[in-house]
């Protein structure tokens, strides 16, 4: 019994690493601009997809192959494959890469979208970048679905073994590099200027401006971390569960955004706290209760969390100002 | 006011437009049946129903090129040609999805020369576009839909060419049992495919002797199965049965069996038809190694004519995989064909399309009696298929396998 | 062109003033007193258009299109009850499927027993019984949902709303206490729903062939496109007498600035309360009549997607507006069926697939229009005339959920709230 509770609880607690990444993305943007940003579910989405594309560019023979016909200067490519897919070192660079990349491309989107998409509408009404990130949300998932494919296998790189509770290389990869990065994260938003130029932004954008805060780029570099720290998360989620689908966004966006306002909307701790509380709601609900109302279980909770602490668990109730 | 009285306008613009492209869809339409008279010939159309872009595609995809070959080889038939009619086909996309489904029903029966429907696929889409057929008295043919209840609803036009899960279920049990399985963990998708299999197969598998350790659900399009993995590990079963269908973008089969794997519970996967597609493999790897699947009919390269409707398959559609219920596909299309020529032949071509035409196709499609690809074609009172082959299958160096037992 | 002027300017007063219950006699005064005798043409020529629509759509054979519009009328009484939440009241909600699968099951657990019971002389009218048990249990889950999260306010409520759509929903798929029927939904197999009144009548006696191509008949779904058309405009009567009643102007305060609401005596409770459980009304009217409409009812149409395309209606259309729901939802429901009807009926003949394409990219091309409408006319197509500002966030006007330390800290930009100063736009 000891052995099946730890075992459910690795299990949400890798869940909760890739909740609380893509929770940071919600809540970072809720902390400076109050918008939930419904596309962000689909950075996670492409953070996957461009992920596999670049591992298959490294290591797949065949797609390499097809790649090379057409575009014969990446024939450099096909020779560093041994390197990447033979050694240890050239596992763990290929990884590095196949994150890097991802991370930036996706981030790199992110910035886009908020460009084209959010900055025009910075003076609307509160509702519409909502619906505009709905659309774009829409377009993503539909641009996956008939540009690319509805799913993909994604291969597994690590092997499997299990050290006991079901701790799994994955798993191991999983957690360590998320609690690394929502580490990192914290310490650069407290710490470094930019850091705190995105917290004064959050706090009073026109202050933060006439202070000489470039609120264009602390908000484009917000637009930039979220999406990249999703996109992370998107590749965790194609190495653990072996498949990136077009849809695949849709439940873990709902989850995260959840997980980040248990937390507290708008708080950094808060999320990831959040992030890890909901994954390990879920497996012990799983686990315990009813596969089939794990969620039902998650939101319940989320509902008398919220209704007893009205702004989250780390965030303060709202004050009414008279 | 003004903001409504632009509205009002605005109204009425919109529906003064859609006036006129319908408008324009007559002319058009008149217009090449003008055109047809010239040539005398009268163009039937055969809607398909299935998943096409997203959901099952494997079985909505394959589907649709086995009815695209059923009515191209049709109109080569010299019966075809004699009575001036050319068959063409009009595809309907339901997702996998009841709603979408019903929309795609409502299309069909739209359409003038709609002389009757192959679909749908998945039970859920099936059972809510039926309700669309029956009212409208155009008979609908699923070839893949396995649930009982489909034909049990007392619609005179809809039949099946595949075997149904309380036959399905049943024998999976069976075949499990003689296999040296005893203790299973049971998981259904949330589906009503899925937990009308899984019922079938507990209740006989029970009655047989063996223990069910779980019954666990998943939730459509979700991915995460590691607590339902770790559930199961602890319980140590023989083997796991799951209900649904391979689709990872649905959530399904083949990610199911990669975390079962790779949370180190190495026994097989049994599953129904959902599972018995090229495309299980390909997402799961080498994962679906070993794991088993029961599908109605049987290997193509065993039935009668199955080995001359592979080869038409692979030429006219070369690189694609057969799936599972293109034989049935193909087979529902040629019900339907044949029941239209004979109808054709007694009251004349142009009647088809008729309501009494429809009703004579019924009638005909009730009658049918000829020899399928997937064997002899004939409904019982139900609209089922009197054919009920169910073959198991295994995976063995990455393909599927029929297995005898 | 200057009535229209005079009628803009003297609502800048009434909008400033509308807040204070004191504003009554000036909206009264500006409803209906000028209604000009173009305006009535058009609406008559408006009516029959709408009348006669399903017969020439019925004609030809599109029953398809018929479809279309019933689905978008379904969807803009849906929408119509969740602007009385968001729109009216300000209150953010993502879980408007909830109220729909109420409606749509109350109906079907009501009917179908009823049905058998009534016979089958009778058993059409169980349709009207269920319609109206379906909003009776709609707005009862509504009155009670908002009892516990009163407390909340904006993305707060957003979660709980969106968290309670889901419970709903896999409670239906899970078959919650043996009355949802699972993944399958309702009626069960072997129950069948009986057809509603009058339509087997009108089935067989209303037929006359003009000629081979143009045949006037009913069929089920001209017979619900008109029960739909019914209650649509029987909604927009309802909502519009509403939206100027005290209840009304109370929702205005609420939506405004909640405190200084209550500051003038506004009971905000109550009226969010009402306007919980009136959204909910219509929620549930709507589902009733889908039900019946598409013969079943099943999980998975009550998605949470669904309910975030309801709130899109809302906002494209222009909030706390009827007109903009009425055209907001004919673009987001109605323009990808749109597409997918032309490519099948004028695209068909063309180059092979073109059809299959153009129909597979409908929602793509919903997606970017939603981001071009957003960014084209932020206040939506059709704004509202009240609502001349936007509806505040997390904490009402000041939105302020300070959190200490060195964590991020949440307030409202003050870029967003200089957007709107002093509400005097309509001036």
Known sequence: MFNYIVSQLVNGVTLGGMYALIALGYTLVYGILLMINFAHSEMFMSGGYIGLGVLNLLSNKAVQAAVVARLPFLAFLQSARTFFTGSTIGMILMLLIVFGISAVLTGCLGMLTERFAYRPLRNAPRLCPLISALGISIFLQNAALLWIDNSIPFPSLLPTRDFGFGITPIRIFIIVTSLILLFVLDRFVSTTRIGKAMRATSQDQDAAGLMGIDINSVIALTFFIGPALGAVAGIFSGMYYGVVTYNMGFFPGIKSFTAAVLGGIGNLRGAMLGGFMLGIIEALASGFISSGYKDVIAFVILIIVLIFRPGGLLGESVVEKV | MKKSMKFVLLALVVLAAAALVIGCGGKSDSASTEGDTTTGKTTLTIGMGGPLTQGDVAFGQGAQRAVQLAVEDANKLPEVTELGIEFKTLDGDDQSEAEKGVTAANSFVSDRSLVGVVGHFNSTVSIAASKVYNENNVTAISYGSTNPDLTKQGFKTIFRTCATDDYQGPTGADDAIKLGFKKVAIIDDSSPYGQGLVAEFEKKFKELGGEVTSKQSTQQKQNDFTAVVTKIKSERPDFVYFGGTYAADTGAGALLTKQLKEGGVSVPVMGGDGLYAADYISEAGEASEGDLATCPGMPVELLPQGQAFADAYKAKFPGKDIAAFDAYAYDAAQALIKAVVKVAQENGADKVTSPAGKEAIQAAVAASSFDGVTGPIAFDENGDNTNRVITLYKVVDGAWVAQEL | ?427
């Open chain 3, 1 to 427: 062109m200057t009535t229209e002027r005079d009628n803009i300017n003297s609502e800048a007063p009434s909008l400033a003033a509308d807040l204070l219950p004191a504003a009554k006699p000036m909206f009264k005064k500006q409803r209906g007193s000028k209604t000009s005798p173009l305006k009535v043409i058009l609406l008559v020529i408006l009516a029959l258009a709408l009348i006669a629509a399903p017969i020439i759509f019925q004609g030809f054979g599109q029953l398809l299109l018929i479809r279309i519009f019933a689905i978008v009328g379904l969807y803009i009484i849906l929408a119509m009850g969740l602007n009385i939440v968001v729109g009216y009241a300000g209150l953010l909600d993502f879980g408007r499927m909830a109220f729909y699968a109420f409606g749509a099951y109350a109906a079907m657990l009501i009917g179908v027993p009823l049905a058998q019971a009534l016979g089958p002389q009778l058993g059409g009218w169980a349709y009207v019984v269920s319609l109206v048990g379906g909003a009776i249990v709609s707005s009862l889950v509504g009155f009670l949902l908002s009892l516990p999260v009163m407390r909340l306010r904006g993305d707060y409520l957003a979660i709980v709303t969106l968290g309670f759509g889901e419970i709903v929903r896999i409670c239906l798929q899970n078959n919650f206490l043996g009355l949802s029927n699972g993944a399958q939904g309702l009626p069960r197999t072997g129950q069948t729903l009986p057809a509603p009144p009058g339509l087997d009548w009108l089935k067989m006696n209303v037929y006359f062939p003009i000629n081979d191509r143009f045949v006037i008949e009913f069929s089920s779904n001209v017979y619900w496109y008109y029960i739909i058309l019914i209650l649509l405009v029987v909604a927009i009567i309802v909502v519009r007498r509403q939206d100027n009643s005290r209840l009304g102007r109370s929702w205005a305060a609420l939506r405004e600035d909640e405190v200084a609401a209550a500051a003038m005596g506004v009971n905000t409770t109550r009226a969010k309360t009402w306007a919980f459980v009136l959204g909910a009304l219509w929620g549930g009217v709507a589902g009733a009549t889908f039900s019946y409409f598409q013969m079943v009812a099943s999980p998975e149409t009550f998605n949470f997607f669904n309910s975030v395309l309801v709130l899109a209606i809302v906002v494209i259309g222009g909030m706390g507006s009827i007109p903009g729901v009425i055209v907001g939802a004919l673009a987001i429901q109605g323009i990808p069926e749109f597409i997918r009807w032309f490519a099948q009926n004028f695209l068909s003949g063309a180059a092979s697939g073109i059809d299959k394409t153009v129909s597979n990219y409908r929602n793509l091309i919903l997606g970017l229009l939603m981001v071009v409408m957003m960014a084209i006319r932020p206040a939506g197509l059709i704004p509202s005339k009240r609502i001349k500002r936007e509806i505040h966030g997390a904490g009402g006007s000041d939105g302020s959920t300070r959190v200490e330390g060195d964590v991020l800290v949440n307030g409202v930009p003050a870029g967003i709230e200089g957007a709107t100063p002093g509400g005097g736009e309509g001036a």
